[in-house]
């Protein structure tokens, strides 16, 4: 394995971690009165508790966290915050539909993560066992933040069908 790509690799995953540990913060709170509320809430903790795992295989793996990826992941969670949401201040329905898009796609770039860490799991010594529940974990994630989004963009684009769930999720955004 080559040591210095390995290296590169996890650290923009790191970045990607930090960002999406933000993200789903954001959304928790921001949603947190949805009928997705507690659900949101369970994944932005997930997510935190991944990162940090993430750091520990890096230790364990003998890869050293750069701050200065770490700095981007952050910065690039709140350059959300420019894009422009149809309105000049303020949050809008579509805003939840594009953060939670851009959730969903953090984890699912988190499970080619665990994905790719299985593959060589044996040969580096990691524990194949705690990979496939990580990756086991993102699947259900993946699957909570799909819900969400769904509702979310079925209450912003088609308002006229909104019901139960949809109805709640636009309410706060």
């Known amino acids: 394995m080559h040591r210095k790509l390995l290296g590169i690799y996890l ?38 508790q991944d990162r940090q795992t993430l750091l520990e295989l890096m230790d364990d793996l003998g890869v050293p966290e750069r701050r200065h990826k770490v700095y981007a992941g952050r910065l690039a969670e709140k350059a959300r915050l420019v894009k422009l949401n ?26 080619l993560l665990w994905q790719t860490l299985l593959q060589f799991a044996l040969a580096k010594e990691l524990d194949e066992t705690r990979l496939k529940a990580l990756l086991e974990r993102a699947r259900h994630q993946a699957a909570a933040v799909e819900s969400a989004r769904r509702d979310a963009a079925v209450a912003t684009f088609a308002p006229a069908r909104r019901r139960g769930p949809a109805r709640l999720l636009s309410a706060r955004a």
Do not use: W
Request: hydrophobic share 35%; aromatic share 2%.
């Open 11 to 48: 650290n923009d995953h790191l970045a990607g971690a930090t960002a999406g540990e933000q993200l789903s913060r954001h959304i928790a709170e921001h949603l947190r009165r949805s009928p997705y509320g507690g659900e949101l809430l369970r994944v932005a903790h997930e997510i935190a």
């Open 86 to 111: 149809g309105r000049l201040r303020g949050r809008s329905a579509l805003s939840s539909v594009t953060e939670l898009e851009t959730l969903r796609l953090g984890i699912e770039g988190k499970m």
